[in-house]
């Protein structure tokens, strides 16, 4: 194995192969058989060391099998990972290469080659990967809460590698105590106020910052909101409650007052565990007037009652039944009659008797009535019908009376059923052969529009098309009539009505170009014949663009065989084209999610308008990166919000929009030229933009560094981003256009240009021996804060490499520092 950072990894040196092992074949008759003669490394190291963020390439030589089917091994589990690499050096000599391009710690482990001859496994020496960063917690302080001037502890831990790991405490700003190696315990001998701890770990790479722990004081509880009593009986009651503040400590229990009112005088005191906050009171008396309140308590005390809270039991049940019941009328409907309870046993509260009836073993309906009689309408006379009946009050339904039973009636005699059923048939065939006779009719009608109208001027027909979807061409004025037969929206049809051209009104001509993702345009189209029956195709006509992509002009302007100059107020007015049309979008809510140079178009004009992606993403797949089975997305054009959650807004647009600014200031030079889509994410969330291009004004990179900000809301919008585009292009409305104001540094020239290949090359690719100072992790995945030692990072700091002391090492170019006088965002 070897590890490749630019150049040679330490003590990775490559050797000279060894001669093969056993190297030798047999041969039975005409067939050959071919055995595994030797696997070996190009490079020897049994460890390899590589800071986070760095690029490692192993590789395996394998001699004596030709076509293997070589697998890299990690930890006993096979790699899945797509950059792997087998080359053939002769047909029985092989080379595989794995990458990895920006190590992180899950990469550490060991690695080793392994290939199947025969049914037997061979494995190649194996090779640890350690990779180094600043250290990574384990254990991180913890929000709690004590009690006053009481001791406790905090715990903190972090690892390597490298190690020694060392552990710094503070308190608020000051720092706790000495220096401790990891792990570490904090021993507090108490508090009396909220106060905050964090701690830091520290190794020779540089040093992380924990999360802010709160420490709180607990204090006696707040007392409970909301009581509530509910689900009241003739003797029982249930109350729930809302726990107020806990005082930061967990509440344990919480006391019920009963009492009955207006008196006050207490019935029951309860204690109940809690949660659930809810407690059920038994044994009160009927039809009485009952308050009750609530306390709650944690280790610290108990909290003051709540306000009293009044209620009223219910009354008993009655306990009386309804007797002899009997019908006193059958025709036309059924009344019923029952012996009324004695006038000692109702009470004031009695709201009647509650009637139920039963058919089919079910239970059919029910009413309440006041008197001893009722009118049931809604039965079945051919089946058997069970009445019962009971006296109800607030407090429910007493005992129910015997069951009646009244036995189904039988049909009058000589009465058939036959007829009738005979005239229902007769009339469900009649409806059926009119629903067929007017569908075959429809059908006939709808296949070319309406059936032909009368006859108008000269006898010809007049023809309507009502169909669902059809070409109206009888003008304007019909066009809601057949937006209406389609059956959309009435917000899409308002749209459409604006957009839609009717067919009469052009006509077309040859074509200039098809295909699945065509980039020509139709000025004039030849109308497309359909299949009798049928309507007509809808189209989408798009002005003709000249000019092509603003993408493929820019470049043609600097690199093209006859270049051209571009004046900036030319740039600049299609940074206004671009801007108004993306205001326009937003402002109807539209989100583009892919608007680049390259989806622009540029008319005879030189006017720009903004297109979509489906119709160039074929051209420009190489800005795109797939990540495992995800669509192509425009990486280098993504907003932070989008590459890490998958979140596209009008904020998102105006970050593409700062990057489309940047391709047209450089006449369409490719954005972060160097640096990989898989490490942009790392790229940006560690401070870094795109720099400011030699000729860009100040005022336009400040334009595109506010569209760069980590907090989208911050962004400005479309139309504050147009109207100060407006501004500075007025303010060069006194140059000459036919001259190219530049911005120029009248300063010394810059030792290290924007263009120096060597800002853009990706992690650890550099050729030579110079190497990058500040060795950091690449991706900052937490919310912790990273200082590198032994640099400061910051703008405008002067550009010089330092050795970190790992000799031979190369380092993440996350932190370069930028060459003076250059600026950054």
Same mark, same amino acid.
Not at 42 to 67: A, F, H, R, Y
Not at 247 to 255: E, F, I, K, M, Y
């Given at each position: 194995?070897?590890?490749?950072?630019?150049?040679?990894?330490?003590?990775?040196?490559?050797?000279?192969?060894?001669?093969?092992?056993?190297?030798?074949?047999?041969?039975?008759?005409?067939?050959?058989?071919?055995?595994?003669?030797?696997?070996?490394?190009?490079?020897?190291?049994?460890?390899?060391?590589?800071?986070?963020?760095?690029?490692?390439?192993?590789?395996?030589?394998?001699?004596?099998?030709?076509?293997?089917?070589?697998?890299?091994?990690?930890?006993?589990?096979?790699?899945?990972?797509?950059?792997?690499?087998?080359?053939?050096?002769?047909?029985?000599?092989?080379?595989?290469?794995?990458?990895?391009?920006?190590?992180?710690?899950?990469?550490?482990?060991?690695?080793?080659?392994?290939?199947?001859?025969?049914?037997?496994?061979?494995?190649?020496?194996?090779?640890?990967?350690?990779?180094?960063?600043?250290?990574?917690?384990?254990?991180?302080?913890?929000?709690?809460?004590?009690?006053?001037?009481?001791?406790?502890?905090?715990?903190?831990?972090?690892?390597?590698?490298?190690?020694?790991?060392?552990?710094?405490?503070?308190?608020?700003?000051?720092?706790?105590?000495?220096?401790?190696?990891?792990?570490?315990?904090?021993?507090?001998?108490?508090?009396?106020?909220?106060?905050?701890?964090?701690?830091?770990?520290?190794?020779?790479?540089?040093?992380?910052?924990?999360?802010?722990?709160?420490?709180?004081?607990?204090?006696?509880?707040?007392?409970?909101?909301?009581?509530?009593?509910?689900?009241?009986?003739?003797?029982?009651?249930?109350? @729930?409650? =809302?726990?107020?503040?806990? *005082?930061?400590? /967990?509440?344990?229990?919480?006391? &019920?007052?009963? #009492?009955?009112? $207006?008196?006050?005088?207490?019935?029951?005191?309860?204690?109940?565990?809690?949660?659930?906050?809810?407690?059920?009171?038994?044994?009160?008396?009927?039809?009485?007037?009952?308050?009750?309140?609530?306390?709650?308590?944690?280790?610290?005390?108990?909290?003051?009652?709540?306000?009293?809270?009044?209620?009223?039991?219910?009354?008993?049940?009655?306990?009386?039944?309804?007797?002899?019941?009997?019908?006193?009328?059958?025709?036309?409907?059924?009344?019923?009659?029952?012996?009324?309870?004695?006038?000692?046993?109702?009470?004031?509260?009695?709201?009647?008797?509650?009637?139920?009836?039963?058919?089919?073993?079910?239970?059919?309906?029910?009413?309440?009535?006041?008197?001893?009689?009722?009118?049931?309408?809604?039965?079945?006379?051919?089946?058997?019908?069970?009445?019962? @009946?009971? =006296?109800?009050?607030?407090? *429910?339904?007493? /005992?129910?009376?015997?069951?009646? &039973?009244?036995? #189904?009636?039988? $049909?009058?005699?000589?009465?058939?059923?036959?007829?009738?059923?005979?005239?229902?048939?007769?009339?469900?065939?009649?409806?059926?052969?009119?629903?067929?006779?007017?569908?075959?009719?429809?059908?006939?009608?709808?296949?070319?529009?309406?059936?032909?109208?009368?006859?108008?001027?000269?006898?010809?027909?007049?023809?309507?098309?009502?169909?669902?979807?059809?070409?109206?061409?009888?003008?304007?004025?019909?066009?809601?009539?057949?937006?209406?037969?389609?059956?959309?929206?009435?917000?899409?049809?308002?749209?459409?009505?604006?957009?839609?051209?009717?067919?009469?009104?052009?006509?077309?001509?040859?074509?200039?170009?098809?295909?699945?993702?065509?980039?020509?345009?139709?000025?004039?189209?030849?109308?497309?014949?359909?299949?009798?029956?049928?309507?007509?195709?809808?189209? =989408?006509?798009?002005?003709?663009?000249?000019?092509?992509?603003?993408?493929?002009? &820019?470049?043609?302007?600097?690199?093209?065989?006859?270049?051209?100059?571009?004046?900036?107020?030319?740039?600049?007015?299609?940074?206004?084209?671009?801007?108004?049309?993306?205001?326009?979008?937003?402002?109807?809510?539209?989100?583009?999610?892919?608007?680049?140079?390259?989806?622009?178009?540029?008319?005879?004009?030189?006017?720009?308008?903004?297109?979509?992606?489906?119709?160039?993403?074929?051209?420009?797949?190489?800005?795109?990166?797939?990540?495992?089975?995800?669509?192509?997305?425009?990486?280098?054009?993504?907003?932070?919000?989008?590459?890490?959650?998958?979140?596209?807004?009008?904020?998102?647009?105006?970050?593409?929009?700062?990057?489309?600014?940047?391709?047209?200031?450089?006449?369409?030079?490719?954005?972060?030229?160097?640096?990989?889509?898989?490490?942009?994410?790392?790229?940006?969330?560690?401070?870094?933009?795109?720099?400011?291009?030699?000729?860009?004004?100040?005022?336009?990179?400040? &334009?595109?560094?506010?569209?760069?900000?980590?907090?989208?809301?911050?962004?400005?919008?479309?139309?504050?981003?147009?109207?100060?585009?407006?501004?500075?292009?007025?303010?060069?409305?006194?140059?000459?256009?036919?001259?190219?104001?530049?911005?120029?540094?009248?300063?010394?020239?810059?030792?290290?240009?924007?263009?120096?290949?060597?800002?853009?090359?990706?992690?650890?690719?550099?050729?030579?021996?110079?190497?990058?100072?500040?060795?950091?992790?690449?991706?900052?995945?937490?919310?912790?804060?990273?200082?590198?030692?032994?640099?400061?990072?910051?703008?405008?700091?002067?550009?010089?490499?330092?050795?970190?002391?790992?000799?031979?090492?190369?380092?993440?170019?996350?932190?370069?520092?930028?060459?003076?006088?250059?600026?950054?965002?």
């Amino acid at each position: 194995h070897s590890a490749h950072g630019g150049g040679t990894a330490p003590g990775a040196a490559l050797t000279r192969p060894e001669p093969p092992r056993n190297l030798g074949r047999s041969r039975s008759g005409a067939e050959d058989s071919i055995f595994l003669l030797g696997m070996k490394f190009t490079g020897p190291p049994i460890k390899l060391k590589v800071s986070q963020g760095q690029p490692v390439k192993l590789n395996c030589s394998l001699e004596g099998m030709e076509d293997p089917e070589m697998l890299w091994i990690k930890d006993g589990a096979v790699v899945q990972s797509v950059d792997q690499v087998y080359i053939p050096v002769d047909e029985d000599h092989w080379i595989g290469f794995l990458s990895l391009k920006s190590v992180e710690r899950t990469d550490s482990g060991k690695y080793w080659c392994q290939v199947e001859n025969g049914g037997k496994k061979e494995e190649s020496q194996q090779v640890w990967l350690i990779v180094e960063g600043v250290p990574y917690f384990t254990v991180e302080p913890e929000d709690v809460s004590v009690s006053p001037n009481a001791p406790f502890h905090m715990a903190c831990a972090a690892v390597g590698p490298p190690e020694p790991v060392t552990i710094v405490w503070w308190m608020g700003d000051s720092r706790v105590g000495l220096p401790d190696i990891s792990p570490s315990i904090l021993n507090v001998s108490g508090i009396n106020q909220s106060t905050v701890f964090s701690c830091e770990a520290h190794n020779v790479k540089g040093l992380s910052s924990s999360r802010t722990a709160t420490v709180q004081i607990k204090a006696m509880p707040l007392p409970p909101l909301n009581v509530t009593v509910s689900q009241v009986t003739s003797s029982n009651a249930s109350v @729930v409650w =809302v726990p107020g503040f806990d *005082g930061r400590a /967990p509440l344990h229990s919480c006391t &019920l007052q009963v #009492a009955e009112s $207006p008196d006050g005088q207490e019935v029951s005191t309860e204690v109940t565990p809690v949660p659930p906050f809810a407690y059920g009171v038994q044994g009160l008396k009927h039809s009485t007037n009952y308050s009750v309140r609530v306390q709650c308590s944690n280790e610290m005390g108990s909290s003051p009652f709540t306000e009293r809270v009044y209620f009223q039991t219910l009354e008993l049940a009655p306990s009386s039944t309804p007797q002899n019941i009997h019908v006193i009328q059958r025709d036309p409907g059924l009344v019923l009659e029952w012996e009324g309870v004695a006038p000692d046993v109702l009470k004031e509260n009695v709201l009647g008797y509650r009637l139920e009836w039963i058919q089919d073993n079910m239970t059919q309906g029910e009413m309440i009535v006041q008197d001893t009689k009722a009118n049931l309408t809604t039965w079945n006379p051919l089946k058997d019908l069970i009445i019962r @009946v009971c =006296v109800l009050n607030s407090a *429910g339904c007493g /005992p129910w009376s015997d069951l009646f &039973l009244l036995e #189904a009636q039988e $049909p009058p005699y000589g009465t058939s059923w036959v007829p009738v059923a005979l005239g229902i048939l007769t009339a469900l065939v009649t409806a059926v052969a009119l629903a067929l006779i007017l569908l075959r009719k429809r059908r006939k009608e709808t296949r070319f529009g309406h059936a032909f109208g009368s006859v108008v001027g000269r006898g010809d027909p007049a023809v309507h098309f009502r169909a669902a979807r059809s070409f109206n061409r009888e003008g304007p004025e019909l066009i809601e009539a057949t937006l209406e037969s389609i059956g959309i929206s009435d917000e899409l049809k308002t749209k459409l009505k604006d957009v839609l051209i009717q067919e009469q009104q052009f006509t077309l001509g040859r074509m200039l170009g098809k295909g699945k993702n065509q980039k020509t345009k139709e000025k004039n189209l030849r109308l497309r014949s359909r299949p009798k029956g049928r309507l007509p195709i809808p189209m =989408v006509i798009l002005p003709f663009m000249k000019h092509g992509d603003l993408h493929a002009f &820019l470049l043609m302007s600097r690199i093209g065989e006859n270049p051209f100059n571009l004046p900036v107020q030319t740039l600049l007015k299609f940074m206004i084209d671009i801007a108004s049309g993306m205001e326009y979008l937003s402002s109807k809510n539209f989100i583009h999610r892919d608007l680049a140079a390259r989806n622009c178009m540029l008319d005879e004009n030189m006017n720009v308008s903004v297109a979509d992606f489906g119709l160039s993403k074929k051209i420009y797949s190489g800005d795109y990166y797939r990540q495992g089975c995800a669509s192509k997305l425009p990486v280098k054009w993504l907003a932070l919000e989008s590459l890490a959650d998958n979140l596209y807004t009008t904020h998102s647009d105006v970050w593409a929009f700062g990057v489309t600014m940047w391709e047209i200031v450089t006449r369409g030079q490719t954005p972060y030229a160097g640096i990989e889509n898989a490490e942009i994410y790392n790229y940006l969330i560690s401070g870094n933009r795109l720099k400011q291009p030699p000729e860009c004004l100040e005022d336009v990179y400040d &334009l595109m560094c506010r569209c760069w900000h980590p907090e989208p809301k911050l962004r400005p919008s479309f139309g504050v981003l147009r109207s100060q585009l407006e501004m500075i292009r007025g303010r060069m409305s006194t140059l000459s256009l036919s001259q190219d104001p530049l911005y120029v540094n009248i300063g010394k020239d810059k030792e290290s240009s924007v263009s120096d290949p060597a800002v853009h090359t990706s992690f650890g690719n550099t050729d030579g021996d110079e190497t990058i100072a500040g060795a950091a992790a690449a991706a900052v995945t937490s919310d912790y804060r990273y200082i590198m030692s032994p640099l400061c990072l910051g703008d405008d700091v002067e550009g010089e490499r330092h050795p970190d002391g790992q000799e031979g090492e190369n380092k993440s170019l996350l932190y370069e520092l930028e060459a003076e006088g250059e600026k950054s965002c």
